[in-house]
């Protein structure tokens, strides 16, 4: 009864906490610019929104800390492994909050994360030993074990950020692993309040993160509950249960595990950066597809909800019965992949994996003039000359239009003489600035001279001029910002109706509906 009671008090003060951090975060942001940086292609949403919701998160794990060494004195104050992921989780938000406000580069963050991975790892936490399932042979990992759990450290932290595409996905996902470690924690001291605590912090974070988002976690929400479920789970692996402590929270992270993978398979085949930002995700395409993002949610969370069942089941018994729970998971995945339009391209793996190899020498061009047209933005005057830019490289890259749309006009470009009508378009929308947008579209080769596309060709066509069309949009983006913070001018043709950017973007008087195309742009729900 009294172990209740603890979990009840924790999950409460992690309710009161972090509702009350997000009330006061959301009347500040504004006022001192903690708002999304809206500069990036493959972000979701155009209108800025705060995105240091980790601060309330962390705030919550503070708070739970500090009333219960008030409640327990010095029980609570001598478990040291309690106050090493805590302080090592702590740090771990520090370094996401500092790329939220000031934009750290992949490497720098990498390192960052094995860094304070290390340091738990030499202060003794770490996945030392390895319980071979079905035989309980007990495995010493010797040296290999600071691999393993800077690995399993860095990995845990990383998957929570990339899963974080599309409101209340991440903070779902993470409220059900904390609901599973309550679980598993338990009879391991004071790690069950502490998980408690963070499912009531969860849920006062999803009151204001479900869609549309009012406030994002952030990479430092996101390596906070990253690095927190992973340090949480080893401490519970060193009761005994060594690899079904490990093993349970894998299954709730079927789908962001899944969505990692089949992206750097995407990407090492294309000849892409392994890390490199898209909109190719699940959630994504789920999208792309024509579903809101409500809709999106409500059906992954389904999904992850079965996992989750699965892992309890598999802790319950000890991985005993692992293979068959991965049997069903496995069912479970296929069945419910096959009811997606856009998931029957994974299965065809001799078509993608050719098509893939055929476009490395053109995405690798593409790359190239990406990067010239993002170090555009900081040489040319106007924007008419970066547009200027933007057609030049569509034309190089076989694109037959261009249209741009921007707070004042929209232009299009025929790229060459036939009167062949597009097959097909890609619109990429430019963050932070509502119903603007690059529109770049292709006709099939095998439609110049028929009245009808091959439809084997066409999408062939489609598939490579995609990732094209990808990287000249995020060239685009750069060099617009780059642009904008070089003349403190906004994004318009027109440049004799420019005025500096004062506090943000200023519509000129006449001009408030002039892009709203209901249309061509969905209206974003954040």
Sequence with gaps: MEYSIDLFIGGLIGLATSAGLIFLILKAGWRFGLVDRASEAHHTHTVPVPRVGGIALAGALVALVLVFTFLMGTNFLLNSQLWLVVAA?????????????????????????????????????????????????????????????????????????????????????????????????????????????????????????????????????????????????????????????????????????????????????????????????????????????????????????????????????????????????????LLMAGKIDFSREWFAVGRVIGNSIESRADVRYAMSLSGWLALSGTRVETMGDLAEDVVFIARKLGFTTVRIRLKDEEKTWTLNNLATKNCHTFQHGLPGLKYCFIELGIACPSSKSKTTCNPEVCKKCECSYDILADLVAEGWTKAVVEWKKRTKLSARFDARMNKPVVGGEKHLPGMETFCVAPNDVETPDK
């Design 89 to 333: 989780a702590l740090a771990m938000f520090g370094l996401g909050l500092w790329d939220d406000l000031f934009t750290l580069g992949a490497k720098r963050k990498l390192l960052g994360q094995i860094v304070i991975a290390s340091f738990t790892y030499f202060y003794g936490l770490g996945i030392f030993q390895f319980q071979v399932p079905f035989t309980h042979q007990i495995i010493d990992l010797g040296f290999g074990s600071w691999l393993v759990t800077v690995f399993w450290l860095v990995a845990m932290t990383n998957l929570i950020n990339l899963i974080d595409g599309v409101d209340g996905l991440a903070g779902g996902i993470c409220l059900m692993l904390m609901v599973l470690l309550v679980y598993v924690s338990a009879g391991t001291g004071f790690m069950p309040m502490l998980a408690a605590g963070m499912v009531g912090a969860l849920l006062g974070f999803l009151r204001f993160n479900f869609p549309p988002a009012r406030i994002y976690m952030g990479d430092g929400g996101a390596y906070f509950l990253g690095f927190l479920i992973g340090g949480t789970t080893i401490v519970t692996s060193q009761k005994g249960t060594v690899f079904a402590a490990l093993v349970a929270p894998l299954f709730v992270l079927a789908l962001p595990i899944i969505d990692t993978s089949l992206a750097i398979l995407r990407r090492g085949l294309r000849g892409l950066p392994l890390f490199r930002p898209d909109c190719k995700h699940i959630h994504h395409r789920l999208l792309a597809s024509g579903h809101s993002r409500r809709n999106v949610v409500l059906g992954l969370y389904a999904f992850t909800a079965i996992f989750l069942m699965l892992g309890f089941a598999t802790f319950f018994y000890h991985g005993q019965w692992l293979p068959l729970f991965l049997g069903v998971g496995t069912l479970i995945f």
